[in-house]
């Protein structure tokens, strides 16, 4: 070991020893001396130059620290997505084509695409996402309606600021998107939990909580998590409420592109007479999430001054994601892929059902909403849904305990995705593993 002072090998013998190029050793010696770890005396040789030691009990190495997986609860090294509620079908999604449109916008990038660019979004991404909405969910609206956001956290976050929220009333479903409540919390939002029935939200009762609430935060369309839609009775009276009390409504459209019975129902933005529906989208369940990338509709009159906001917190977006999601959506990769994709949802869902059905008979109850990527299993006995979660993720999965996304303590179930199971036999061994985590 050298200390400070010491006189290091000249770069001929240390070269002779370690039986390595003498230039390898030369660029080694300059790097040091660069950083001042080694100090030059000419003719006298180099020599370490480290006054100072640390004090104190050293931070462990990096090996020693537990990587904590990206999945709750999980500790094995390679996630699982079988059962992961959210996940798009990993194994179908087109590699070969994304590849082909990513290499070739990389190698067109011009000077333009790496200067600043529109905080609003890519131009023409934001008209082929007009021109997909129109078509597949009945949005009518100009592309300087939609604003590009960082997913649906990003949308929602953005859209806090630019409503000015402090200190207003906002409805949510109960239960409701986990997420979607912790970053409201966090916002120091005054969340109102109304709860819904097999109609969905109970809009009545949300008027009778909080008459005078700013917002209210649905997903008409598919409910998460219970998955039941909108009916059209409360569709017409939260527009009729929204209309009366000048509040806004966030239609968070995640996976209403999956139905497996019936033409996808309209969207709630589509019968919005009041102009107060924003319509909020992501393409992290059609595509994949490490896009991060979602988009939001927004009523004529808060253009404006949420565009107004984008320059303050819009300037993180990436261009190249939205080049080639542009491309695929223009290329009609996009429509092809969800077809496909709607195709083979439904199919998964059945192994799905089927396995779970075999394996634990009358212990669950599997919901009969046919439509998109998750699956609901209420429990039938008197075991704890958070106990179940957590002794199966610990074998390297990552389910949900619905009583986690709910203030209403009757709740007991699991929220289990099936995009990601393949065959019986996958379905079947998933099933095991979870039926031994029950008491």
Request: charged share 20%.
């Amino acid at each position: 070991m050298l200390n400070n002072g010491d006189r290091v090998p000249s770069t001929r013998v240390l070269a002779s020893e370690l039986d390595v190029a003498r230039g390898t050793v030369e660029s080694a010696y300059s790097m040091l001396l660069g950083e001042g770890i080694l100090i030059s005396r000419g003719q006298a040789g180099s020599y370490i130059n480290a006054p100072f030691k640390l004090v104190g009990n050293p931070i462990p190495a990096a090996s020693k620290i537990p990587i904590k997986s990206p999945i709750a609860g999980q500790n094995s090294a390679s996630p699982s997505y079988v059962f992961l509620p959210g996940s798009p079908a990993y194994d179908a999604f087109p590699r070969k084509i994304w590849s082909r449109l990513a290499s070739r916008r990389m190698r067109s990038l011009s000077a333009s695409d790496f200067s600043y660019r529109d905080p609003l979004g890519y131009l023409p991404l934001r008209q082929s996402i007009a021109g997909y909405l129109r078509l597949s969910r009945g949005v009518v609206c100009e592309p300087g309606q939609i604003f590009i956001t960082m997913g649906y956290q990003g949308a929602l976050d953005f859209l806090v600021r630019c409503l000015s929220l402090g200190g207003r009333d906002v409805w949510m479903e109960d239960p409701g998107y986990i997420l979607a409540k912790k970053l409201l919390d966090e916002l120091g939002i005054n969340l109102v939990r109304v709860p819904v029935d097999h109609e969905g939200l109970i809009v009545s009762e949300g008027i009778r909580l909080s008459p005078e609430a700013k917002l209210a935060i649905v997903t008409p369309s598919h409910h998460s998590p219970l998955g039941m839609a909108l009916s059209w009775s409360r569709r017409m009276q939260l527009l009729d409420w929204t209309g009366k009390a000048g509040a806004w409504v966030i239609e968070d459209d995640y996976d209403g592109e999956f139905r497996y019975s019936g033409y996808p129902l309209p969207s709630l933005k589509s019968l919005d007479q009041y102009d107060r529906v924003i319509y909020a989208g992501t393409f992290s369940k059609t595509l994949f999430p490490a896009l991060r990338l979602g988009y939001v509709v927004l009523p004529q009159s808060l253009v404006d001054v949420c565009a107004e906001k984008a320059h303050l917190f819009q300037s993180g977006m990436p261009i190249t994601s939205q080049l080639i999601v542009n491309d695929f959506i223009a290329e009609g990769h996009f429509s092809r892929h969800l077809k496909k994709m709607r195709a083979l949802y439904a199919e998964r869902r059945e192994i799905t059902r089927k396995g779970l059905t075999n394996i634990f008979e009358d212990k669950i109850e599997i919901n009969t909403h046919k439509n998109g990527m998750h699956v609901l299993a209420k429990l039938m006995g008197h075991d704890s849904d958070k106990a179940i979660v957590t002794g199966f993720n610990k074998l390297g999965y990552g389910i949900h305990a619905l009583s986690n996304w709910t203030a209403d303590s009757s709740h007991n179930g699991l929220i289990l995705g099936f995009t990601n199971i393949s065959n019986e036999k996958t379905a079947e061994h998933a099933a095991r593993q979870l039926r031994e985590c029950f008491a």
